[in-house]
C-alpha cells in the first residue's frame, strides 16, 4: 500500500511514531494529485507552498509530541468553505476571483487539529446539483469508471478522497451533497444533525437545511473528523451549545439491543435491483450484528423531493442576492448603468441551474404566491418531522439505500433537471427534518459502480449512526478496495 492510502487513525501512528514526516506524507499526495488528477479533475485549486508549511510545522508538533488528532494529515476541502488567503470559487464564476479574508469556523478547528489543506475541491455551482456537472470549471470523473459522474454537490470532495488524492475532505449537504457523492465514489460521507457543526463561513445555499461534514476512507476517520469539526460557535446563530461526545469512542462491536428500522417508503418503485440486493444484504449483516431488525412507515416520504424544490431555491434566491458585482466577486465589464450592471454581472456570472434556481425561489416567495407554495412545503416540512417522531420512538436508526440508482454516465442527465431533482429522493428527508445521516459503502454494482446505504438517527444521535455503520463496515469485505485509474 502506498503512503497516500492510508486512513487518518492508522497515519496518526506513522506520524506519532516517526515512521514517516508529515513533509512526506504530504509531497506523496501531491506526487498522487500529479498522477491522476488529470484524469479525476477534482481540485480546482492547490496550495501546495503553504500546505508545506503546515507540514512542517506538524512536523516540529510531532517531535514534541504535541500534534492535535489531524496532525499532519492532508485534507481536501470543498470549495464552498472560506478559507483564508486562498481562493473560493463555490464552482461559480461569479467568484471566480473570490479570496476570503477570513478562514471558514470549520477550518479553524481543523487547523487547529494540525491538519495540511492541500487544496480547494470541485462542486456543483453553490452546491446545486447532484452530478458536479454544473460546476463553471468542469465537472469530475468518477475515479471508478472515468465515464461516470461522482455525484454532487461535493463530487471533488469524493472523487479526492477515492482516488488517493488526499486522506479526506468536508463537504456540505443540504439534500444529500455528501452522502449522495459519498454513495457513488465509495467513501464514507456523514451529514451532521442541524446545528452539531458551525456553517460560519460556508457560503450560504439554502440555511434551514445547509450542513458540513466529512467525506473518509472509513467509519473511523468520520467519527474522528466530526470530533474536530462539532461544537458550538456564538457566529453561527443555529450552532446548538451542547457537549462533544468522543464519537470514535461509540465505534464498537455489536448490536445488541438496537433496532434498525427499514423504512417501506425507500424501497418503492424506481429503486435499482442491484441498489436494493445490496442494501438488503447490509441490512443482514446488521441483523447478524445483532440488531433487531423492524419494518417501519415514513408515508409522507414521497413529498419530500416536491418541498424541498420549493424551499431550498426559496432561499437560495435570498442567499443569492448578495452577489450583485458590488462587494465582492465578478462584476460585468460592460455596464452603462447600476440596473444595468446588476443584470448583466448576474446572467453573466451565474449558470443555468443557479439561475433556475432563482428564478423558481423568487416566484415561489413572491405576494399571492407565498401561500400556496412556500407555506405549503413548510407545512409538509412539519408532517415529514412527524413522521420521524414517530418512527424513532419504534427504532434506534433508518437503514435504507442513498441513491435509487448508482452513479449514471457524464452528460447523461444534464438536460433532464426534473429526473436528476428525483434522484435525491431518500436524501432529502434527512436535512428538512435536521437529523443526522451517513451513508456507507456497501457493494458495487454488476458495471462495477459503488453503491452506498443510508442510516438516518434522531437529533444529535451520531453515535448510533457511526456504531451501525462500524459494525456495518466490519461485516463487509470493501473498506480498502481501491479505483483502478487507468
Ligand atoms: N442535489 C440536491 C440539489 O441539487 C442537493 C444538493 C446539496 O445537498 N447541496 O439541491
Known sequence: METYQYT???LQKKLAGQEISARELTETVFARISAVDDKVNAYLILDKNKAMDQAAAADKLLADKKGGPLCGIPLSIKDVLCTKGLRTTAGSKILENFIPPYDAAVIEKLRAAGAVIIGKVSMDEFAMGSSNENCAYGAPHNPWNLDYICGGSSGGSAASVAADECIASLGSDTGGSIRQPGSHCSVVGLKPTYGRVSRFGLLAYASSLDQIGPLTRDVTDCAIMLNVISGYDRRDSTSVDRPVPDYPAALKPGLNGMTVGIPTEYFAEGLNPEVNEAVLNGIDKLREAGAEIVEVSLPHTEYGVA??????????????????????????PEADSLLDMY??????????????RIIIGTYALSSGYYDAYYKKASQVRTLIIEDYKKVFSQCDVLVSPVSPVPAWQLGEMVDDPLSMYLSDALTIPANLAGIPAISVPCGFSSAGLPIGLQIQAGHFEEEKLLKAA???ESALDIKGRKPDIA
Open 470 to 472: 462500524f459494525n456495518l
Open 8 to 10: 487518518i487513525h492508522e
Open 343 to 356: 443584470n448583466k454581472t448576474r446572467s453573466q456570472g451565474f449558470g443555468e441551474e443557479v439561475k433556475r
Open 307 to 332: 418541498a424541498y424544490y420549493i424551499i431550498a431555491p426559496a432561499e437560495a434566491s435570498s442567499n443569492l442576492s448578495r452577489y450583485d458585482g458590488v462587494r465582492f466577486g465578478y462584476r460585468s
